[in-house]
Structures are given as structure tokens and as C-alpha cells.
């Protein structure tokens, strides 16, 4: 999060505005978080930055929980806003001012996609038909529970992890139809509500860009000062 945080800086994170997390199940070996979120005072809102656990927290290929093994960024969205990357700098179409270290976005925009190593240039969903990198992404609908969208190649890939999270099985496709645990569907509505993190030092952060989206459930807090 440099330069807005330094290494050893202690920050305070306020777990009551969002709601506090219950746990019904204290098996934190268990791939599915088991809690219930008591009432907030408050949303988050886009340019906070909240604690929240990793979406990948096992490092395998979908959306799993891992307790204590937890991220610190920046909203750039939250469900239902639209946002993207336009010539290194982020946005967010219901926000009118800048979101994120400007000077580290300025240095994105200015520097040749040449001197940027592809591992860091390259941006998800990472599939033939986007090619998004860090410079330029986007537009991109960050999904809330209730939102539905047609199954196609396009919806598939941007959200087909977040299906995944929500019933277990991804969208497939087989002679020309979309099939979902085996069941023949045209589109899916989302239950839950996910949100858009980046972190501000965008040369060297491993955030939203790279691994999509974060479940609401998993968000811990809100960060309110050092």
C-alpha cells in the first residue's frame, strides 16, 4: 500500500461498520466460511481501505476461505458500480475524484508496457478476447446480489468464479448450450454482493486486478487511521 503504509506500520481496523463476523463453524481448515454478519453502522465506500480475507486463500483456482490470511487495500468498487483502468489511472463511473496514489498512476501511464515485466503487465481474467493489463481494463461491473446476467463466453469468464463460489460448479458449456451443475441454463442471478479492492503501490500489489473479485463475507473491516 505504499506510499500510504510502510512496513511495520501499525494500522487500526474498525470491525463494527461493516458488521462484525460470527462464526458458526469453528473449522478454520474448512475451505467454506461458516458466520453470520451482525447489523453495520456503515457501508463501505469506494476509496476506504478495508482488511478482508484473500479470495484465493488455499492458492488454487477458486474462491476459498482461509482464516488470518488477510489483504489491506483500496475499494475501487463496490456491488453494482462499474469500474475500470483507463490509461493507468482507475475509475469508477459513480465517483467523480481521482481513487488511489496519483503519483504511482501517473508513472503507470508514462512508462512502456516494454519495461513492465508481463507478470505485472498482465490483468485478469487473463483470456484470449480481453487481453486487459494494469494499464487499460475495463469496463467492468462489479456484480450484487440480485444482479443477473446472460450466460455467453464474455459473462462466463469475467464471473464464473464467483458462480462457482455461490453453488459450487461452474458455467459449461457443451454443443452450444450453457449447462450448471449439470442443469441447462441461459443466465444466473448472483445471492451475494462482491466488491473491487487495489492496492496503491499498482507496480507491486497483489490485488483485485490480478485475482478479480472479493465476496462481501470476507471482508473483515474497515481501516480508519494508523
Known sequence: MLPTY???????VNKLLMGARLYLSYDFESPELKSFRMPGLSKLNVGDIAVFNAPYGRDRECIEFRINYVYAKRCLGRPGDT??????????TSIDHHIGSLPYQLQLRDSPDSLIPDYVLGAYP?????????????PLIVPYSGMKIQLDMYSTVLYAHCIEYETGY????NAGRWYLGGKDIVDYTFKYNYYYFIGDNIF???DSRYFGFVPEDYIIGKVVRL
Open 6 to 12: 510502510y512496513s511495520g506500520d501499525r494500522i487500526w
Open 83 to 92: 469500474i475500470g483502468i483507463k490509461d493507468g489511472f482507475n475509475y469508477n
Open 126 to 138: 487473463y483470456s484470449y478476447g480481453f487481453n486487459w493489463t494494469i494499464k487499460e481494463l475495463g
Open 170 to 173: 461452474k458455467p459449461m458449456l
Open 204 to 206: 507491486d500489489s497483489k
